[in-house]
């Protein structure tokens, strides 16, 4: 089973609106971490949030988490068409060193 | 610097024949992964290594087998193809342990099975 659920499946905004992805996950963790997919591409990284942090910040990025809940969600502000991609959460299931992701949001950002 | 490389990027095969998925890192890194790709399930783990030489099952590892005899090196084997196994192939890896640093992933590898 997975351990990291995004939601919403699919979110479509306009350009310069604010997005909002949320994940929940099953087991304890070391650290939560979202990636970034653009279509026929590799995933790639974009923020590692630690267990005993609540809130980090990169560029127009903010991530949130709440272990209490299990849940962190990803915010990208201002956003623009290039950010049209989905978007995966990742979390160490039971604190071990392997990265178990979720299904993944699909972001479209309308110019 | 040419990081991770997957190859062949794009496979078709028939039912039951064996295919290789080739990963190769230029980084040192120490842990090595596979994950597979399918709508709806997102990325499933299927088999992942901390070191040459060791080798443990993820989410999904029946069907595959896995060797790392080289650190730089992760060959995904599939024995005998089945059309389940139709799908995108994702190879990564990290210097430090997954659970604090973050993966760098290959381009994928697309296989369809006849």
């Known amino acids: 089973s997975q351990q990291g659920e995004e939601d919403p499946q699919a979110l479509s905004i306009q350009e310069g609106e604010n997005a909002t992805m949320n994940c929940s996950y099953k087991?304890?963790?070391?650290?939560l971490q979202w990636y970034r997919q653009n279509s026929g591409r590799g995933l790639v990284h974009l923020i590692l949030?630690?267990?005993?942090?609540r809130e980090k910040h990169s560029g127009r990025l903010r991530v949130t988490l709440d272990t209490s809940k299990k849940s962190s969600s990803l915010l990208i502000t201002a956003s623009r068409a290039a950010d049209t991609a989905s978007y995966f959460c990742?979390?160490?299931?039971?604190?071990?060193?392997?990265?178990?992701f979720g299904s993944g949001t699909r972001l479209l950002v309308r110019p | 610097d040419a990081g991770i490389t997957q190859s062949p990027r794009y496979k078709i095969t028939e039912t039951g024949r064996q295919v290789t998925l080739m990963c190769h890192q230029t980084?040192?890194?120490?842990?090595m992964f596979w994950y597979r790709q399918d709508l709806g399930h997102g990325l499933r783990l299927i088999y992942y290594?901390?070191?040459?030489?060791?080798?443990d099952k993820g989410e999904v590892p029946d069907g595959y087998v896995v060797s790392r005899s080289k650190t730089e090196n992760f060959p995904l084997t599939l024995e005998s193809a089945t059309r389940s196994q139709t799908s995108v192939y994702f190879c990564?890896?990290?210097?430090?342990?997954?659970?604090?640093?973050?993966?760098?992933f290959g381009e994928g590898s697309r296989l369809t099975v006849l």
């Open positions: 990564a890896s990290t210097l430090a342990a997954a659970n604090t640093g973050e993966l760098f």
């Open positions: 980084w040192s890194h120490s842990y």
């Open positions: 087991t304890s963790i070391n650290n």
């Open positions: 290594s901390a070191a040459a030489d060791i080798t």
């Open positions: 949030i630690r267990s005993n942090e």
């Open positions: 990742a979390t160490d299931e039971d604190s071990s060193y392997k990265l178990i």
